[in-house]
């Protein structure tokens, strides 16, 4: 398969780039930063840079003729309170996270409806439905991102493209370290900022391997029937379990207890 990994500089998707190519499949890889890795054809390049970034697909489509596999793994977060977040860093997100992904996807499309096939795989998370306080920028940009992978699925899956949202919980990553935080200095949010923050480095921290989410997704990626959404980690399946059966409000306030 001719695979496409945004992001590809570390984390899941330096993971997926490692796994593709243990498997034999031709690995692309798109990231700002440059990535020196056997068997993978890299190229430099931030994923907001639309008119770069469709450059890029054309160019590997003329080469190999088709495109099979596409992963949106380029991504960054942000903490703090809603508040006292600069619209700029909030947009910059979304530019990332989503128009990035929806830019990129759109330019495959074509590519693949013309063969017939494709994956295109995006990576949204748990907080995309557990609301997580002061970092509520980043729980709106992954639901942001299912509801779109949802949408997507139903209009291109008569061309024999499938859309897959994987939803994972917390990842052991470089991701919580780069994490943008705005100052937690208000009187009224500073405590209750540093105090969630802490929390959420700590899951993270302790959260799964990049490589068990890589092996997690590879193998569903090659399925027959894929899934429409996916939710990596057991524990996090029970999560999103009670959140369906427990009322709402009660989930706000459990949600407040441990993060707000």
Do not use: W
Not at 141 to 154: H, P, V
Not at 177 to 197: C, F, L, P, Q, T
């Amino acid at each position: 398969m001719i695979v496409i990994i945004t992001g590809v500089s570390s984390g899941v998707g330096l993971a997926n780039a490692k796994k593709f190519i243990e498997k034999g499949h031709t690995v692309y890889g798109i990231s700002r930063r440059e990535v020196l890795l056997e068997g993978l054809t890299h190229y430099q390049a931030d994923i907001t840079d639309h008119e770069r970034i469709n450059q890029i697909v054309d160019e590997i489509y003329a080469k190999e003729n088709r495109i099979d596999v596409l992963i949106n793994s380029a991504g960054m977060g942000i903490s703090g309170a809603v508040e006292d977040t600069e619209m700029e860093s909030a947009k910059r997100m979304f530019d990332i996270n989503f128009f990035g992904t929806v830019n990129i996807s759109n330019r495959v499309i074509p590519y693949m409806r013309e063969n017939g096939f494709g994956r295109i795989c995006n990576i949204s998370s748990v907080a995309g439905v557990l609301p997580i306080a002061f970092q509520t920028f980043y729980s709106s940009n992954k639901a942001a991102i299912s509801l779109y992978s949802e949408g997507l699925n139903i209009e291109v899956k008569p061309f024999g493209i499938r859309v897959i949202d994987f939803m994972p919980g917390d990842i052991k990553t470089g991701f919580t370290d780069n994490r943008k935080k705005n100052e937690s200095n208000s009187k009224y949010y500073g405590k209750r900022i540093d105090r969630s923050v802490k929390v959420m480095e700590k899951d993270e921290r302790n959260g799964m391997s990049v490589e068990y989410v890589s092996k997690v997704m590879y193998r569903n990626i090659m399925k027959k029937r894929p899934p429409v959404r996916k939710v990596v980690g057991v524990q996090y399946k029970f999560f999103l379990f009670l959140y369906r059966l427990l009322p709402i409000k009660f989930v706000n306030y459990v949600m407040g207890k441990l993060y707000g």
